[in-house]
């Protein structure tokens, strides 16, 4: 491999990106590499030394796993001295979510994981596909004027914008631009050219090398609140065997019922050693569970506050922290700070 060019390994997982027509249903199915990188023969323009490795079945990512997680965090850990950054190819269903995984699992990150993947297949003349997969590969490749790299976490590229992967959610099935972090600024804007927003990138306070986290807890579960969700319901979900931790998803600015057969259930399932915490279920703005009596009754009850988490990284933190071993205290303490920017503090 020539030293002197960036390089990059492409992680293939799957999703529309690679996918082909099934010529019995008619459906999308993911397809190989090989297919992939042959709709692109403009990569080889890309003065890269460019590999890559492929899931051996690639995935629709809704069948996406903490086990899919584990795998792509392996390959990250086990080539990153060898590699500048990484590009993992993903379905938008669940990319969000693996970005945030991602971001708590590969600590004291300082290189750049790029996660994209496209609207339409590669193979489709309108797709998306082609441009996301180079602007990625440039963004892996991109140093600053010291020559470290510019990117140096999780990201999510797609279309216009470079988004920090926990900060991400998929707001559109339908548009190009199917990517926002909505209480975080974009990393990048991509036009003409790759502008990045220097004082928004993420840059680890540690100088520690890598350290993978591989265990996550599956033990965790979202409670989404809505007006006539009964006690029967809420305790049954407050009761499901082996629970540990509860993302609840309130209204507004982190507000639920005020009424004691809400709090006190709540109340209970913390008393019983559940750690939960409030994320609301708006698009934009956080939880300020002091502002209105209702979020405040739940803050009394030992509700975790998520501030500006989107949901999609409070679950996995959960994931995380509690496959860290850690007691409800530790995981407690740890869900209100910032670990790897995905909240504001
Ligand atoms: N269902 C696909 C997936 O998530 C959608 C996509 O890739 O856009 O794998």
């Known amino acids: 491999m020539n030293e002197t060019k960036p390089r990059i390994l492409i992680i293939y997982t799957g999703g529309t990106i690679g996918m082909i027509e099934d010529s019995e249903s008619g459906t999308l199915r993911p397809f190989n590499?090989?297919?992939?990188?042959d709709n692109v023969p403009k990569i080889r323009k890309l003065d890269y030394s460019i590999n890559n490795i492929q899931f051996d079945e690639p995935i629709d990512s809704s069948d996406m796993s903490i086990g899919d997680w584990q795998k792509i965090a392996r390959y990250i850990g086990d080539n990153y001295d060898r590699y500048d950054g990484f590009v993992v190819l993903h379905g938008t269903d669940t990319m969000a979510y693996t970005a945030s995984a991602l971001s708590f699992m590969l600590e004291n990150l300082h290189k750049p994981v790029i996660i994209t993947g496209s609207q339409l297949p590669i193979g489709e003349v309108r797709t998306d596909g082609e441009e996301n997969l180079i602007t990625a590969l440039q963004i892996a490749a991109a140093t600053d004027a010291s020559g470290n790299p510019m990117v140096q976490e999780v990201a999510i590229l797609f279309e216009?914008?470079?988004?920090?992967?926990?900060?991400?959610?998929?707001?559109?099935?339908?548009?190009?631009?199917a990517f926002k972090s909505n209480n975080y600024p974009p990393l990048a804007k991509i036009g003409l050219g790759i502008?990045?927003?220097?004082?928004?990138?993420w840059r680890s306070p540690s100088r520690r090398p890598l350290d993978v986290r591989l265990n996550l807890d599956p033990s965790v579960m979202f409670i989404d609140l809505f007006p006539g969700l009964s006690s029967e319901v809420l305790n049954h979900m407050l009761h499901t065997p082996g629970i540990k931790g509860i993302v609840l998803r309130t209204y507004g600015a982190g507000n639920a019922p005020s009424q004691s057969w809400f709090t006190d259930s709540?109340?209970?399932?913390?008393e019983r050693g559940i750690v939960i915490i409030n994320v609301t279920q708006c698009a934009t703005g956080g939880v300020h569970d002091r502002r209105y009596y209702t979020g405040d009754r739940l803050a009394r009850a030992g509700v975790?506050?998520?501030?500006?988490m989107t949901s999609e990284?409070?679950?996995?933190?959960?994931?995380?922290?509690?496959?860290?071993?850690?007691?409800?205290?530790?995981?407690r303490r740890y869900l209100g700070c910032s670990l790897c920017g995905e909240v504001s503090v």
């Open 195 to 201: 502008h990045f927003d220097t004082d928004a990138l």
């Open 266 to 270: 709540i109340a209970d399932a913390i």
């Open 304 to 308: 975790i506050s998520g501030r500006d």
């Open 33 to 37: 590499f090989d297919h992939l990188i």
């Open 313 to 331: 990284a409070a679950v996995t933190k959960m994931m995380y922290l509690f496959g860290l071993g850690l007691a409800p205290a530790e995981v």
């Open 160 to 177: 216009n914008y470079l988004w920090r992967g926990n900060r991400s959610t998929k707001k559109s099935a339908d548009n190009f631009n």
